[in-house]
C-alpha cells in the first residue's frame, strides 16, 4: 500500500510560523502536492511540485522536500490560515493518487 | 472562470446504484485528465478514479474497483461517475477535479464544490 502520514494537528499562535510534514516512501520517487481546506468548502491547491506556488496563493505559504518527507511552512500564521491541510502524490506508476490522513491547523 | 459543478448525489439504499455527473466550463474540458475525489463525513481525502483526456487510460481505487466506473463526454464537457452495489462506507462528498495535463505532474488544481451521496436503508 501507500501511505503518506501527516500529524493529525499542528497549533501555533498568530504571527508565529506553521510546519506541517508529510513522510512516506513514495515521495522518494514523486513530488508532493498540499491542499488547503476550510470547513464546508472543496479542497485549494496550494503548493505543488514540492515548493511551487500557484498564482494567488499567499507568499508566507510554501513547501519544501528532504528525503521522503515534504513540509508545508507558513510564515506569519494569520487566523484565515486555520484549515485542514492535506498532502498528496502518487504511486511510482501513475496510477493511485495518494492523499496523506490531513493535519488540522488551529490558530491559537 | 474555471468552474467544475457535480450533481446527481443523494439518498441510495444499500446494494443500489447512483450516477454522478460534473459539468465543466471556463476551460478546455478535452485538454485534461479528471479525476473523482470523496470525503467521508469528518475524515480526510480519498481518491476514487481518473480518467485521461481521451478515456484511454482509467484507475479506480482498490476499494471502489468492479463497483464504479468513470467515463466522460468531451463534446458535452461532462464526467460521469456509475456506482454500483453501493455500501454504506461510500457515503461521502464526491468531488469531480481536474488534473495538470502535464506528464508526470499529479496537481489537481480545479475542484468542484462537491456533490453528497448517502447510502443508508
Known amino acids: 500500500s501507500y501511505e503518506l502520514t501527516q500529524p493529525p494537528s499542528v497549533s501555533v499562535s498568530p504571527g508565529q510560523t506553521a510546519r506541517i510534514s508529510c513522510s512516506g516512501d513514495i515521495l522518494s520517487i514523486q513530488d508532493g502536492y498540499w491542499y488547503q481546506q476550510k470547513p464546508g468548502q472543496a479542497p485549494v491547491m496550494v503548493i505543488y511540485k514540492d515548493n511551487v506556488r500557484p498564482s494567488g496563493i499567499p507568499e508566507r505559504l510554501s513547501g519544501s522536500r528532504s528525503g521522503t518527507t515534504v513540509t508545508l511552512t507558513i510564515s506569519g500564521v494569520q487566523a484565515e490560515d486555520e484549515a485542514d491541510y492535506y498532502c498528496?502524490?502518487?504511486?511510482?506508476?501513475?496510477?493511485?493518487?495518494?492523499f496523506g490522513g490531513g493535519t488540522k491547523l488551529t490558530v491559537l | 472562470e474555471m468552474q467544475l459543478v457535480e450533481s446527481g448525489g443523494g439518498l441510495v439504499q444499500p446494494g443500489g446504484s447512483l450516477r454522478l455527473s460534473c459539468a465543466a466550463s471556463g476551460f478546455t474540458f478535452s485538454d485534461y485528465p479528471i479525476n473523482w475525489v470523496r470525503q467521508a463525513p469528518g475524515k480526510g481525502l480519498e481518491w476514487v478514479s481518473y480518467l485521461s483526456r481521451e478515456s484511454s487510460t482509467i484507475y479506480y481505487a482498490d476499494s471502489v474497483k468492479g463497483r464504479f466506473t468513470i467515463s466522460r463526454d468531451n463534446a458535452q464537457k461532462s464526467l460521469y461517475l456509475q456506482m454500483d452495489s453501493l455500501r454504506a462506507e461510500d457515503t461521502a462528498v464526491y468531488y469531480c477535479?481536474?488534473?495538470?495535463?502535464?506528464?508526470?505532474?499529479?496537481?489537481?488544481?480545479?475542484w468542484g464544490q462537491g456533490t453528497t451521496v448517502i447510502v443508508s436503508s
Open positions: 477535479v481536474r488534473e495538470s495535463s502535464t506528464p508526470g505532474d499529479y496537481s489537481l488544481d480545479v
Open positions: 498528496q502524490s502518487a504511486d511510482s506508476g501513475g496510477i493511485y493518487r495518494v
